[in-house]
Structures are given as structure tokens and as C-alpha cells.
């Protein structure tokens, strides 16, 4: 079992323009939330649609070259793909919490072999089966030890592969333990999914990225809840079998995620965000086409309207935008706005670095629907008052989900604001 030697990646420093970036993704930690998070802060074309790792295999080197930003379930084989080492971070859950939680996805996810299989299951069945040896034993460090595509991706399977007990005897191995850890002391970054909220703390305060505002939110809510009474003595021994060594690396990676979080507050956080922003060129004209990264908080995912990439606000009322302007003469915003309901589009209050900015607005069609340019000047005074950026507060009264208007909708986001565009120009 040969493995790549890397060096220690180095940490605290914000990314370099030819930096790749790799979520290592493992199945069940927060990877749809943290996902959206890291998505903002790469330019839609960077990202890499690929999410499998046979998809990633299946393009060239030089076309994989062309993105920054890798997130998916590609374990430690991604280096090998890339033929480099790019910066990688990852998420651990505490082992127990996450065979739940793994249990629970299979049995709503009608696109997987395991969904007929698993239907008629309860947790202590599954955890006992076949199934709960290849989906469960050990899989947070599987995810982090092996990267030999051929031997260790491809046939990892003991229901294709190998036999059962072949499988016993691979992923039960004490060798993982040391391998993993290695690999976590080795990444730039561990968060933990039972301290979610400072994980993305210390995310954005090792990457000098805006730091979150709010509680995190969650955009991979499971559809089906899980009876506490299923996870038996029997059933919770077995997984405490199935999960030594996942159990040894969770220990380890809360250490060092500890070590790491000490003296990380939200305002060491902002100052090493706006140390960075300081070191942005001033702009006098910004025009912000929602495929661009966005520097802010309370932004739901990009989607695409009349072939144009578009984002709502929410789920908190108020949503910030921070863009480096310069200070030195008024400049005008403009944007165009709608929204589920014209009380919202009419209850919009924007400041500039909490100073109130006077809003025009005018509808884009007759007879008039929740769909609106407004324009407004930020005056000096305004901008001056941040020496590092200048933080837009689009507030509204209120945010609604879809489904209340709807009885057709199946969209339970709070959404606030639909944003097409917006530009800063001289005014």
C-alpha cells in the first residue's frame, strides 16, 4: 500500500491566483452547505460541475487545469487526477451521528441501487446486514487513506470486488488510523459538523474570507426523521464496531480543530477579511454579473433566468455585499430587482457602511409588476467610513417562502430579493 508523500499545506494564508482548491467531500459532513459557502468565493466557470469521481476521471488533465474549485466525493484520489496538490479541506462528524445520517439518506434516495434493498430495513437490520459493512466500516477513513484508483476506487466494492470478508481485513486495518491521521495534519483545514457555525469561523479566518453573519444554514434538510428508539443497544455497539478507526480520527481531527480555533473570534476573523480587502484595487465601476464570486453573507445559490445567472437574497431579511469602491467622489449604484410579493420589493431600505442611501425606482414594464430598477448615490461621506470596503445592507421587511404563495411550489427557501444585476458607476 504505497501513498503520495506530501508536504504539510500551508495554513492561514489566502489564496493564491493559481491555487486549486479541494473539498474533499465525505459523504454525510455538512458537504451541501459548505459547498454553496465555498461557491461563492469562486467565479461560476471555476467551479467543477463534476461531483463523482468517475465523472472527473472521464476529462483531460488540461481542461481540469481550467478550474479552481474542486467539491465532491473524490477521497484522496483527486491528486492523482490533477497530477498536483491542491489546497484541501475537510469535514468530520462524529462517527455514530454520521451511519444515522447515511442510513437515513439511502432510504430517500430512489436513485441509488441501495434504495429497494434498504427499504424494508430498520437501522438495527442495516447496521447488522452485509450493507452495513460496506457502506459503514470505517468510511471517513477510507476516505482519507486510499488513493490507488484502479485497486482502491474501483474495486472497493465487496459486493462486486472482493468477498466480504476481504472487505473485514481492508478497511479494519490499524494502518488507516496512521494514514488518516497523517492526512488531516498534512490539509490546510478540519472543521467539525457538531461545531458548524465555528468551523466556518475558522474557515473564513484561514482563508481571510468574509466571515458568516448568523446562524449557518442548512440546503440538505433530510426528508425523513429518524425514530431514536431504532438505534438499539445491539444496534449502537455494532457501530461502534463498524467505526473504530473513524472514531480515532474524529478524535483527532477535534484536537486539531481546538488547537487551531483558539483565539479565532468573529472579529480576528473580520480583521484578517478586511486586511485582505485592503489589498484590492479601489473601483469606480463595478458591474456585478451574479456568475462572479460575492464577497457578503445571506446569498442563496446561483441560479440561471433567461440565460443569465441570477441570485436571490435570504434567508435572513437583512444581506450584505462588500465591494471594494473608491472614496474619493460620489458613484452611483443601480440594480434590478423583484420579488414574491410587491410588499417586499416595497419595503427595501439600503445602506452604505450603515449610512441610509436614498433609493429611485422605476418599474421595467406596464402594466407594473414586483420586477424594479432602483438607483441610488453613495456620496464620499459614505465611503470613507470603511478604509477596506464598502459594506451594501439590502434590508427587507420580510422573507417568504415559495410554498406560502404557491400550493403547487415544492421551494421551502425564505427568499427575500431576486437580484438580475447591479452596477456602480460615476455618478
Given at each position: 500500500?504505497?501513498?503520495?508523500?506530501?508536504?504539510?499545506?500551508?495554513?492561514?494564508?489566502?489564496?493564491?491566483?493559481?491555487?486549486?482548491?479541494?473539498?474533499?467531500?465525505?459523504?454525510?459532513?455538512?458537504?451541501?452547505?459548505?459547498?454553496?459557502?465555498?461557491?461563492?468565493?469562486f467565479h461560476k466557470r471555476a467551479v467543477s460541475p463534476h461531483q463523482m469521481l468517475p465523472d472527473l476521471i472521464a476529462h483531460p488533465p488540461s481542461e481540469l487545469g481550467s478550474y479552481r474549485l474542486f467539491c465532491g466525493h473524490h477521497g484522496m484520489y483527486v491528486r492523482r487526477v490533477l497530477g498536483r496538490d491542491p489546497v484541501t479541506i475537510t469535514v468530520l462528524r462524529d462517527p455514530i451521528a454520521r451511519s444515522v445520517s447515511h442510513f437515513r439518506d439511502v432510504k430517500t434516495r430512489k436513485d441509488t441501487w441501495l434504495?429497494?434493498?434498504?427499504?424494508?430495513?430498520?437501522?438495527?437490520?442495516?447496521?447488522?446486514?452485509?450493507?452495513?459493512?460496506?457502506?459503514?466500516?470505517?468510511?471517513?477513513?477510507?476516505?482519507?487513506?486510499?488513493?490507488?484508483?484502479?485497486?482502491?476506487?474501483?474495486?472497493?466494492?465487496?459486493?462486486?470486488?472482493?468477498?466480504?470478508?476481504?472487505?473485514?481485513?481492508?478497511?479494519?486495518?490499524?494502518?488507516?488510523?496512521?494514514?488518516?491521521?497523517?492526512?488531516?495534519?498534512?490539509?490546510?483545514?478540519?472543521?467539525?459538523?457538531?461545531?458548524?457555525?465555528?468551523?466556518?469561523?475558522?474557515?473564513?479566518?484561514?482563508?481571510?474570507?468574509?466571515?458568516?453573519?448568523?446562524?449557518?444554514?442548512?440546503?440538505?434538510?433530510?426528508?425523513?426523521?429518524?425514530?431514536?428508539?431504532?438505534?438499539?443497544?445491539?444496534?449502537?455497539?455494532?457501530?461502534?464496531?463498524?467505526?473504530?478507526?473513524?472514531?480515532?480520527?474524529?478524535?483527532?481531527?477535534?484536537?486539531?480543530?481546538?488547537?487551531?480555533?483558539?483565539?479565532?473570534?468573529?472579529?480576528?476573523?473580520?480583521?484578517?477579511?478586511?486586511?485582505?480587502?485592503?489589498?484590492?484595487?479601489?473601483?469606480?465601476?463595478?458591474?456585478?454579473?451574479?456568475?462572479?464570486?460575492?464577497?457578503?453573507?445571506?446569498?442563496?445559490?446561483?441560479?440561471?433566468?433567461?440565460?443569465?445567472?441570477?441570485?436571490?437574497?435570504?434567508?435572513?431579511?437583512?444581506?450584505?455585499?462588500?465591494?471594494?469602491?473608491?472614496?474619493?467622489?460620489?458613484?452611483?449604484?443601480?440594480?434590478?430587482?423583484?420579488?414574491?410579493?410587491?410588499?417586499?420589493?416595497?419595503?427595501?431600505?439600503?445602506?452604505?457602511?450603515?449610512?441610509?442611501?436614498?433609493?429611485?425606482?422605476?418599474?421595467?414594464?406596464?402594466?407594473?409588476?414586483?420586477?424594479?430598477?432602483?438607483?441610488?448615490?453613495?456620496?464620499?461621506?459614505?465611503?470613507?467610513?470603511?478604509?477596506?470596503?464598502?459594506?451594501?445592507?439590502?434590508?427587507?421587511?420580510?422573507?417568504?417562502?415559495?410554498?406560502?404563495?404557491?400550493?403547487?411550489?415544492?421551494?421551502?427557501?425564505?427568499?427575500?430579493?431576486?437580484?438580475?444585476?447591479?452596477?456602480?458607476?460615476?455618478?
Amino acid at each position: 500500500m504505497q501513498h503520495l508523500t506530501v508536504p504539510p499545506q500551508r495554513r492561514g494564508s489566502p489564496l493564491g491566483p493559481d491555487d486549486q482548491f479541494y473539498f474533499l467531500h465525505i459523504p454525510k459532513t455538512a458537504g451541501t452547505t459548505l459547498r454553496k459557502f465555498l461557491q461563492d468565493r469562486f467565479h461560476k466557470r471555476a467551479v467543477s460541475p463534476h461531483q463523482m469521481l468517475p465523472d472527473l476521471i472521464a476529462h483531460p488533465p488540461s481542461e481540469l487545469g481550467s478550474y479552481r474549485l474542486f467539491c465532491g466525493h473524490h477521497g484522496m484520489y483527486v491528486r492523482r487526477v490533477l497530477g498536483r496538490d491542491p489546497v484541501t479541506i475537510t469535514v468530520l462528524r462524529d462517527p455514530i451521528a454520521r451511519s444515522v445520517s447515511h442510513f437515513r439518506d439511502v432510504k430517500t434516495r430512489k436513485d441509488t441501487w441501495l434504495y429497494d434493498r434498504v427499504q424494508p430495513m430498520s437501522f438495527e437490520e442495516f447496521v447488522m446486514s452485509d450493507l452495513g459493512v460496506t457502506e459503514l466500516l470505517n468510511l471517513q477513513a477510507r476516505y482519507l487513506s486510499y488513493e490507488n484508483i484502479a485497486e482502491d476506487y474501483f474495486g472497493h466494492s465487496a459486493l462486486v470486488r472482493r468477498s466480504l470478508d476481504e472487505a473485514e481485513a481492508k478497511y479494519r486495518r490499524r494502518e488507516l488510523l496512521d494514514i488518516g491521521r497523517r492526512r488531516l495534519d498534512e490539509i490546510a483545514y478540519v472543521g467539525i459538523q457538531e461545531q458548524f457555525e465555528a468551523s466556518l469561523l475558522l474557515l473564513s479566518h484561514t482563508f481571510a474570507w468574509t466571515p458568516p453573519v448568523g446562524d449557518a444554514v442548512s440546503f440538505n434538510r433530510s426528508k425523513l426523521s429518524f425514530d431514536e428508539s431504532e438505534l438499539t443497544p445491539a444496534a449502537l455497539e455494532r457501530v461502534r464496531d463498524l467505526t473504530q478507526i473513524d472514531q480515532g480520527l474524529y478524535e483527532h481531527g477535534k484536537a486539531l480543530f481546538e488547537d487551531r480555533i483558539g483565539g479565532v473570534t468573529p472579529e480576528s476573523a473580520e480583521q484578517r477579511y478586511r486586511d485582505g480587502m485592503r489589498a484590492v484595487a479601489r473601483k469606480t465601476t463595478v458591474s456585478l454579473g451574479f456568475e462572479q464570486p460575492i464577497a457578503g453573507t445571506n446569498w442563496m445559490p446561483r441560479e440561471i433566468s433567461n440565460n443569465r445567472v441570477v441570485r436571490w437574497t435570504g434567508p435572513a431579511t437583512t444581506t450584505h455585499l462588500d465591494l471594494p469602491l473608491a472614496i474619493d467622489k460620489p458613484l452611483r449604484l443601480r440594480c434590478r430587482l423583484c420579488a414574491l410579493d410587491t410588499r417586499v420589493l416595497g419595503s427595501l431600505r439600503l445602506t452604505a457602511n450603515g449610512h441610509a442611501v436614498e433609493l429611485r425606482s422605476w418599474p421595467m414594464c406596464d402594466p407594473p409588476r414586483p420586477d424594479m430598477t432602483f438607483d441610488g448615490v453613495l456620496t464620499p461621506d459614505m465611503l470613507r467610513e470603511n478604509d477596506a470596503y464598502c459594506r451594501l445592507a439590502f434590508e427587507v421587511d420580510d422573507v417568504i417562502r415559495p410554498t406560502d404563495i404557491d400550493p403547487d411550489s415544492t421551494d421551502e427557501r425564505l427568499l427575500g430579493l431576486h437580484f438580475a444585476w447591479l452596477e456602480i458607476m460615476p455618478a
